[in-house]
């Protein structure tokens, strides 16, 4: 009896819905809901948040589900119920300009290889909750504050500061940047303060627009509204490195990030193994 409950816990915590789950395993929905309840009875704790509008994991939830998702789902289709039940999703979070221009292009990659894995992924400077948004893995760039977290570097992202030509031939930018009294725009909209290579964070001087996608900070740099400090791969022509004597940006790294190595779901750790190039 475990198993088919687990095996219905596994279904819901997939459509994260009691109803499409009774109606994909086409059973009642009231047997769904009793069976679940009576599981969180068995183990003495609560497996899913229920609102009237939606259904989402809790920790524990999360945790029940990396532990038993993949084996119920090897059961079920050793007995024969193939079909979704052998795709396993990965759901995952990035930042949308490394999703386009590197995480994206390696994680198709690592889909096409592995065609039984099937990829969700939501682009966002937001950082997402692992158990309340229901995330297997997340692709973060560092420094980390969250210490219980683990975290695999994947490369190295540098930094540098830049504006546009107009901007720079009307400023001169002589002399370092903090007696210069410049323009800048900060990375994101909280005000995030400048890593430096010397170890120190600095709020960034005399901001004029707080800006939360990079590409739009990057335009606004190439407008002459000021200066930007982004990643080194974004600046070309239109958008010139400032060599500033004093302020150095810190090399960034990115990270996959997860809650648990313990009860890492061996897709998770192929698919962190693939993007570190092993």
């Not at 894995?117 to 682009?123: P, S």
């Not at 570097?153 to 720079?168: D, E, T």
């Amino acid at each position: 009896m475990i198993y088919n409950d687990l095996a219905l816990f596994t279904a819901v915590a997939k459509h994260l819905s009691f109803s499409d789950a009774a109606e994909h395993l086409n059973i009642p929905l009231s047997r769904v809901s009793r069976r679940v309840a009576e599981l969180e009875d068995h183990l003495g704790t609560k497996l899913f948040e229920r609102t009237t509008r939606q259904v989402r994991l809790t920790e524990k939830g999360r945790r029940l589900l990396d532990c038993c998702q993949e084996p119920v789902e090897a059961l079920q289709s050793i007995a024969g119920f193939t079909g979704d039940t052998r795709h396993h999703t990965i759901r995952i979070t990035a930042p949308p300009l490394a999703a386009r221009t590197t995480i994206g292009p390696r994680l198709l990659e690592f889909a096409a290889r592995n065609p039984e894995v099937r990829i969700d992924l939501t682009t966002t400077n937001t950082m997402l909750d692992f158990f309340r948004d229901n995330i297997d893995l997340a692709f973060r760039l560092g420094p980390l504050s969250d210490s219980s977290l683990v975290a695999k570097r994947l490369w190295a992202v540098p930094y540098c500061f830049c504006a546009g030509a107009g901007f720079v031939a009307e400023h001169g930018l002589r002399g370092t940047l903090s007696r210069q009294r410049l323009l800048a725009l900060p990375a994101l909209s909280s005000g995030q303060p400048w890593a430096l290579q010397t170890g120190e964070v600095v709020q960034p001087p005399h901001v004029v627009h707080r800006l939360i996608d990079l590409d739009v900070v990057a335009e606004a740099a190439r407008r002459n509204l000021g200066i930007a400090m982004l990643p080194t791969d974004m600046t070309g022509r239109d958008l010139l490195q400032l060599q500033v004597t004093d302020t150095i940006p810190l090399v960034r790294d990115m990270f996959a990030v997860y809650p648990d190595r313990r009860l890492l779901p061996a897709r998770v750790r192929n698919l962190i193994d693939f993007m570190a190039g092993k």
